[in-house]
């Protein structure tokens, strides 16, 4: 369980260093709204696992730990089977929303919102600090 909050966590940072910050329509926050309310655990887990496997493609990533490419495959199926079962049964109408409002970046945008909402409840869940230091370490001089 620790990997995979750590993976979560990993995620979130990167993310929010490395792309451009959204600038999400109503819409794909309504669908993202739509998709983390009503997803399961299993489906949270599937899709924090996704998250983490596309972070895990960067230069980056795979310079700490390269995921196998057939590892990396299979998640990616599960994750879009996941998906479009949450769009086709709960979804449905928050993403033909976003299919006519933006078709080109509007499920990319709801994606984006998805992985921070799951990164903040895993950071709610968290009673330890996310790394063992306080401002006062980060603002010492190192020499």
């Known amino acids: 369980m620790r990997r995979s909050f750590l993976s979560v966590v990993f995620a979130g940072l990167v993310s929010a260093l490395i ?10 926050d309504a669908l993202a709204e739509c998709l983390h309310t009503n997803m399961t655990a299993d489906d949270q887990k599937v899709l924090i ?7 895990g493609k960067t230069s ?6 390269p995921i196998p490419a057939e590892k990396t495959k299979a998640v990616e199926s ?16 928050p993403a033909l929303a976003v299919l006519v409002k933006d078709p080109k970046t509007g ?3 709801t994606l984006q919102s998805l992985a921070s909402r799951l990164i903040q409840d895993e950071l709610k869940r968290r009673t330890s ?3 063992p ?7 010492k001089p190192r020499g």
């Open 78 to 93: 599960a994750a879009q089977r996941t998906l479009s079962n949450l769009v086709l049964r709960k979804c449905s109408k």
């Open 107 to 109: 499920l990319q945008d």
């Open 129 to 131: 600090p996310v790394l």
């Open 60 to 65: 980056a990533a795979r310079a700490v730990q």
């Open 19 to 28: 792309l451009p910050a959204a600038h999400a329509s109503p819409q794909s």
């Open 133 to 139: 230091i306080t401002i006062t370490d980060l603002l």
């Open 49 to 55: 696992q996704w998250a983490y496997v596309a972070l």
